[in-house]
């Protein structure tokens, strides 16, 4: 999976679909994690975040639905597992490859549910790198505050909001009766994080939220990731470790006074760049990413929300 989104674009991994081309030889794989419970996944081309899927008595509720270009094998992927329609579909936060498809879901029977930031911003400011307004038709119209559950299909569905993570807007989604997490993009399974500090999101709360899903996890917990193969608690372990130290090796320049350019001559995070270095979050634009957070250097339309999360 790392190898195919390399090649991708880097409007196309943030949420601008536009140049994305459907070719016929991506494909959508279905791996059932519990009974009932599919994980979706692109293979041969980028189709967007990983999706979920819970299929039961009591309906249909999906997590994420990617990218527009790939609506019908999405759609084909479901009707393989349900003749039903898609109940409800929680999107994890806001870029247009977990919320692409939303318009066509939002138009028909499906109830589109997130966190309360996320419809904000789609409101307000739309969706990162996408010109023009939201369609109603994409809207959350279920929102919530902290958390939510769902309680259908024989087991109950957590929403958890991780604040100022990812983005704002974040939600995970927690199956404690299967064991089962969908993390959204506060994991990106053997890459560098895209911590979207334009959308609210902080290294802090990325951190946070990553080390209270360790908390929730144990060792037989699936954790499927934004992008990325499934992952597990070893998986999530390295990822702290290596945003942890990471942040520590830019603060020591930055301790020294050094400019934002200095430090990414000092190369900080060499030791990760064979393994976790990837085509949109480089060695370099994570080593960015970490200066201007940990400096404050960021403009965005949820600073001063952030900066009061910081401080």
């Given at each position: 999976m790392k190898t195919i989104i390399k090649a991708v674009c880097l409007a196309?991994?943030?949420g601008s679909v536009g140049s994305v081309v459907a070719e016929d030889n991506v494909t959508l794989k279905t791996t059932e994690l519990a009974q009932g419970i599919y994980m979706m996944q692109g293979v041969g081309g980028f189709t967007g975040g990983n999706i979920l899927l819970s299929v039961g008595d009591d309906g249909v509720v999906m997590i994420d639905d990617g990218l527009p270009p790939f609506l019908s094998k999405v759609k084909?992927?479901?009707?393989?597992?349900?003749?039903?329609?898609?109940?409800?579909?929680?999107?994890t936060h806001v870029h247009g490859d977990h919320t692409g498809n939303n318009a066509d879901f939002g138009a028909g029977k499906t109830h589109i549910v997130a966190h309360q930031n996320m419809r904000h911003q789609m409101v307000t400011t739309g969706v990162p790198n996408q010109e023009g307004t939201v369609p109603m038709a994409a809207l959350p119209i279920i929102t919530y505050s902290d958390q939510m559950a769902f309680h259908l299909n024989g087991a109950d569905t957590q929403l958890i909001h991780v604040a100022h993570a990812h983005t704002d807007g974040d939600t995970v989604?927690?199956?404690?009766?299967?064991n089962i997490i969908h993390t959204g993009d506060v994991l990106f399974n053997g890459m560098f994080p895209y911590i979207d500090l334009g959308s609210g999101g902080s290294v802090a709360g990325y951190l946070a939220a990553q080390k209270m899903l360790y908390a929730m996890a144990n060792d037989k917990t699936q954790l499927v990731p934004g992008h990325g193969p499934l992952a597990n608690k070893a998986d999530l372990k390295a990822a702290i470790d290596m945003l942890e130290d990471s942040i520590a090796r830019v603060q020591?320049?930055?301790?020294?006074?050094?400019?934002?350019?200095?430090?990414?001559?000092?190369?900080?995070?060499?030791?990760?760049?064979?393994?976790?270095n990837w085509g949109f979050i480089t060695t370099e634009k994570m080593t960015r990413t970490l200066y201007k957070d940990i400096t404050g250097a960021v403009t965005s339309h949820n600073h001063k929300d952030k900066q009061a999360h910081k401080h």
């Open positions: 196309t991994v943030i084909a992927s479901v009707k393989k597992l349900t003749d039903k329609d898609v109940d409800f579909l929680i999107n989604v927690y199956f404690p009766d299967k020591q320049w930055i301790s020294k006074g050094l400019s934002e350019d200095q430090v990414v001559a000092k190369n900080p995070l060499k030791k990760y760049h064979q393994k976790w």
